[in-house]
């Protein structure tokens, strides 16, 4: 399976950063580059949905949760959808993370479902246990997860 990319857009359609996600034996190694953003903490979801309307991203949904677990850091938890927070320093944020609960291959957990699904950063950082959505805030930026051969 060819490495999947993700470009990320706020809601005034400016580029502001990526996501690489690639298949490894363990999980999916997923690789978050965010440009142009002012400092602070951000949380990073993978969403249900596979849109990105602005100026929201209400479109993409909730949180992707094949399993029905819980969010966060929590008993019961995390839920597939999650991933650590970005810290965003001198404009720039980069995070690397091997998710064991998603997939690009075929199945339930698999990213790449006729559906589609989408990556969201949110204003705040994930606090790791509100629930649903780790009192993360408004959703900032919004990309689709496409795969490699309908990425145009």
Same mark, same amino acid.
């Given at each position: 399976m060819p %490495?999947?990319?993700v470009?990320?857009?706020d809601?005034?359609g400016?580029q502001?950063g990526?996501?690489n996600f690639?298949?490894e034996?363990?999980?999916?190694?997923?690789?978050?580059?965010l440009t142009?953003m002012p400092?602070?903490?951000?949380?990073f979801?993978i969403?249900?949905?596979?849109?990105?309307?602005? %100026?929201?991203f209400k479109?993409?949904?909730?949180?992707?949760?094949?399993d029905?677990?819980?969010?966060?850091?929590v008993?019961?938890?995390?839920?597939a959808?999650?991933?650590?927070?970005?810290?965003v320093?001198?404009?720039?944020?980069?995070?690397?993370?091997?998710?064991?609960?998603?997939?690009?291959?075929?199945?339930?957990?698999?990213?790449?479902?006729a559906?589609?699904?989408?990556?969201v950063?949110?204003?705040?950082g994930?606090d790791?246990k509100?629930?649903?959505?780790?009192?993360?805030?408004?959703?900032i930026?919004?990309g689709?997860?496409?795969?490699?051969?309908?990425?145009n």
């Amino acid at each position: 399976m060819p %490495p999947v990319s993700v470009i990320l857009k706020d809601a005034q359609g400016k580029q502001v950063g990526d996501v690489n996600f690639t298949q490894e034996a363990e999980g999916v190694k997923t690789v978050v580059n965010l440009t142009g953003m002012p400092d602070g903490t951000y949380a990073f979801h993978i969403h249900e949905k596979g849109s990105c309307l602005p %100026p929201e991203f209400k479109s993409a949904g909730d949180h992707f949760n094949p399993d029905k677990k819980k969010h966060g850091q929590v008993k019961g938890g995390p839920h597939a959808g999650d991933f650590k927070n970005v810290e965003v320093k001198s404009g720039r944020g980069h995070l690397e993370e091997i998710n064991k609960n998603i997939s690009l291959l075929s199945g339930p957990n698999s990213l790449l479902r006729a559906e589609g699904t989408s990556v969201v950063v949110h204003e705040k950082g994930d606090d790791y246990k509100s629930q649903p959505a780790g009192a993360s805030g408004k959703r900032i930026a919004c990309g689709v997860v496409k795969t490699p051969d309908r990425a145009n």
